[in-house]
């Protein structure tokens, strides 16, 4: 059978169904007709990636028929599964006719709207039939909650496939990080940096689950452990929860300086930035500051104090980046000023998007504070002059800029540009990089990458911007959940290992361990960068960090070190691979 038959088939099949799916637990009885005749619920999978994959088989196969809102060339998909069982519309799809002549009440309905007989699709079975439903199910659920009634939802906002690049990235096998548990997830590290001025290049680690680890010797030992020091000390796996991130000062030789972000549980102190008291809080980040007796120790003896802590609405999308600029030298503005990437704490989606991208709320923003002042409200820590916001009485002076919903990365060009780049996981829609500039609004929860975004209708989809609105700047670089489903920042490669890299920035997807690439002189063009997928060698042998994962998610992260060398990092299995080479057939470049 052809593709387009296949497609034609599949096309046919749906259009008589009118169906999506609903969520959770057992089986339920049904009667003829497919109607649901006791309350239980059928069940549909729920994983990112199942429901990934089923978005797949439905634009290839079904968006040329069907949403979620209109009946067009055949009736829209929401709320069916509500109205017939999940062995139905199984069946149903893979042999419609046998059902249409069985007298099948519904069946025979569609059937005299659309006068449509269609041959059996038998082939669209097991796990393709799961994930398949399991997507419609999802998006079909949250159509119910379009309370706005918007119109126009986008199931492939980027309907062009990314290109794979002409070349390989290739890297090896470095070491493998300490368990953190003794059962899967195995660990949890989530960040790798290294700075030539800090303990004279020395690479460290952070596993969420507390331990900030140095590499000595191509070995990770112990430099803190911060959830024994922190007796409040919470982290969740699937929520970014725990040791968040962590940044060293630019001058830690000298001043010993180091500064984490972790997870408390609500009401564990007084919150600097409080939510309002109708909403409760699931959670509070704090940004400590740590300074070390002994700098050049291999184990850090010190004291800390706290500088920041803030209320969540949710256990999702807090503090999950600090970062100093590693470009500016003493004397610059920019010099020992601390970016910190606060999400949305999952309030857009809450209930409570007004906490949202508010000049007068700190949910949503990349901060800029300067961590030896004192002059916030607080005192605890500074708040640069040259920030847009400061001396304005109606907004928060720390803000850098805003509208995220979850900055996960913040990384700097450090090989001449001076590129800011800042990730910002999506919801279900757009995955996206971001150019950091002073006072610029990136819009969540009003777009999602380029596109609209309605907190009030269906939240997995994305809407065309009905009006040119120049209070908002697009990415730099973005794509949709075809590609992937979260993005990783990464860097631009500015290292010596290898020359033939310089000129890009690498970067992936966290769940599929997907790596991408783009030109850095498209971006810096401020037309929209291309993007490819880039193949991977690994330890000499083609392969994906997919099919050396155990789990289903491969949990990518990005790390560079103290000479500008690029690594990748599969959090859940602790393995962390280094760039060793990149083959560049578009210019034969080794």
């Known amino acids: 059978m052809t593709r387009i038959t296949s497609i034609i088939k599949l096309s046919y099949t749906l259009v008589l169904l009118g169906f999506t799916a609903i969520a959770v637990s057992c089986k339920s009885d049904h009667s003829k007709e497919g109607k649901k005749t006791d309350k239980s619920p059928d069940t549909y999978l729920g994983d990112e990636l199942s429901i990934q994959h089923g978005m797949e088989l439905f634009n290839q196969n079904c968006a040329s028929c069907h949403n979620f809102v209109n009946a067009e060339i055949g009736p829209a998909l929401s709320g069916v599964t509500q109205k017939v069982s999940k062995d139905w519309l199984i069946g149903f799809i893979q042999n419609p006719t046998e059902i249409i002549l069985s007298g099948d009440s519904r069946a025979k309905d569609l059937f005299d709207r659309y006068k449509l007989y269609m041959p059996a699709f038998a082939q669209l079975g097991g796990e393709e039939m799961e994930h398949l439903l399991a997507f419609i199910h999802r998006f079909s659920e949250a159509e119910k909650k379009n309370t706005s009634g918007r119109q126009g939802g986008i199931v ?10 002409d070349g390989i990235l290739k890297v090896e096998s470095w070491i493998t990080m300490p368990a953190s ?52 000390f919470i982290d969740n796996p699937g929520y970014g929860s725990g040791l968040g991130s962590f940044a060293f000062h ?5 001043n010993g300086r180091l500064y984490t972000t972790h997870t408390e549980p609500a009401k564990s102190a007084h919150a600097d930035f409080a939510i309002p008291d109708s ?15 002994d700098p050049k120790a291999n ?45 949305d704490g999952g309030a857009a989606l809450g209930g409570h998007p007004e906490l949202c991208n508010a000049t007068n ?45 979850n900055p996960h990365r913040i990384t700097w060009d450090t090989g001449g540009s001076g590129l800011m780049f800042i990730s910002n996981i999506g919801q279900h829609s757009i995955e996206e990089v971001n150019l950091g500039r002073k006072g610029a609004n990136y819009g969540w929860p009003e777009r999602e990458g380029k596109f609209l975004f309605d907190v009030n ?54 769940p599929r361990g997907t790596v991408f690439i783009s ?16 193949p991977l060698e690994i330890d000499g042998k083609k392969s994906t960090l997919a099919a050396l994962s155990k789990d289903a998610r491969v949990d990518l992260r990005f790390g560079r070190d103290a000479e500008g060398e690029l690594y990748l990092l599969t959090k859940n299995d602790g393995k962390i691979y280094r760039v060793t080479g990149f083959v560049n057939n578009l210019s034969n470049t080794p």
């Open 299 to 343: 184990l850090f003896s010190g004291t800390h104090r706290e500088l920041m802590r803030v209320d969540m609405v949710t256990h999702v999308h807090g503090f999950q980046e600090i970062a100093f600029n590693p470009i500016v030298n003493p004397g610059d503005p920019d010099y020992g000023k601390l970016y910190v990437g606060i999400g």
């Open 181 to 232: 548990s003794d059962t899967p997830l195995l660990a949890r590290i989530n960040k790798l940096n290294g700075q030539k001025d800090i303990k004279a290049g020395t690479t460290f680690i952070a596993d969420q689950r507390g331990v900030l680890y140095a590499v000595i010797a191509n070995t990770p030992q112990t430099y803190l452990d911060l959830k024994g020091v922190m007796k409040n």
């Open 457 to 510: 209708a269906n939240s997995e989809l994305v809407y065309p911007v009905d009006s040119l609105n120049t209070a908002f700047t697009d990415p730099a670089l973005q794509y949709d959940h075809d590609e992937g489903n979260a993005v990783s920042g990464g860097y631009a490669y500015a290292g010596l290992r290898v020359p033939g890299l310089r000129g890009y920035y690498v970067f992936g997807d966290i």
């Open 361 to 405: 709320r700190v949910w949503s923003s990349v901060l800029r504070i300067d961590p030896l002042g004192s002059n916030s409200e607080n005192g605890q820590y500074g708040i640069p002059e040259d920030n847009p916001y400061a001396g304005q009485t109606q907004a928060r002076a720390e803000i850098w800029c805003s509208g995220f919903r």
């Open 250 to 254: 630019p001058d830690f030789d000298r």
């Open 519 to 534: 030109d850095l002189s498209e971006i810096q063009s401020n037309t929209g960068g291309k993007i490819y997928r880039l």
């Open 279 to 293: 909403i409760p809080a699931a959670l509070q980040w704090v940004l400590t500051e740590w300074i070390a007796t």
């Open 156 to 165: 492939n906002p980027i309907p062009e496939a990314i290109s794979q690049w």
